[in-house]
């Protein structure tokens, strides 16, 4: 079972200040297995902890205001533009945006794809043209593959137009 250093600090802090302790802090750092100048150096860093710690409370808040403006979820990119945009700025970094969602846990919604484009792929209309050069382009020439196409073109020309004398005039009747 591995204990964090800083659990350690926590706990040698905590038996130093017991009642009945006989103990000296150089013999509970010797116990636990760390260095007294380390345990001095946390207990200094102790009032910057809690600092920081305010600061990410508070910069958290804009966060979640930024986040709950238009009532939609956005991510790190478009909260960090957001918070851009309030009077005054806020110039807040992307990386301790992301690090602040991550530790309060602040989770973004995904974005999902677009239904009729979804649909459209599992059509999958208008996705493919007839291959009807087969692939041989340099055994009939350039002009033949044009010559091909614009017979292909005539051809659907005059579909088009057996088709609307079968059915008549699109608005027949409409005045």
């Known amino acids: 079972m591995s204990v964090t ?8 802090k905590e038996m ?22 380390g345990r001095n150096r946390s207990l200094k860093a102790e009032l910057v902890r809690q600092q920081r ?11 979640l205001a930024a986040y709950s403006c238009r ?8 909260i960090q533009m957001r918070l851009l945009r309030h009077s005054p700025p806020v110039l807040m970094d992307l ?11 602040l989770l973004c919604p995904i974005r999902k794809a677009n239904p009729y484009r979804r649909m459209m792929k599992a059509l999958k209309e208008n996705n493919y043209a007839a291959n009807i050069l087969n692939r041989e382009f340099k055994e009939h020439g ?20 057996i088709i609307y004398a079968n ?9």
């Open 5 to 12: 250093t800083s659990t350690k600090y926590a706990i040698i």
């Open 16 to 37: 130093a200040g017991r009642p009945g302790n006989k103990l000296e802090t150089k013999e509970l750092c010797e116990i636990a297995g760390v260095s007294r100048s």
């Open 53 to 63: 710690e305010e600061r990410d409370k508070a910069d958290f808040a804009q966060i």
């Open 71 to 78: 009532g939609c979820g956005e991510d790190g990119r478009g």
């Open 95 to 105: 990386k301790k945006v992301s690090r602040l969602m991550r530790k309060y846990g």
């Open 142 to 161: 350039a002009r033949a593959v044009l010559q091909l196409l614009s017979m292909f073109e005539a051809f659907v020309a005059l579909a088009a137009i």
């Open 167 to 175: 059915q008549g005039p699109p608005l027949q009747g409409v005045v």
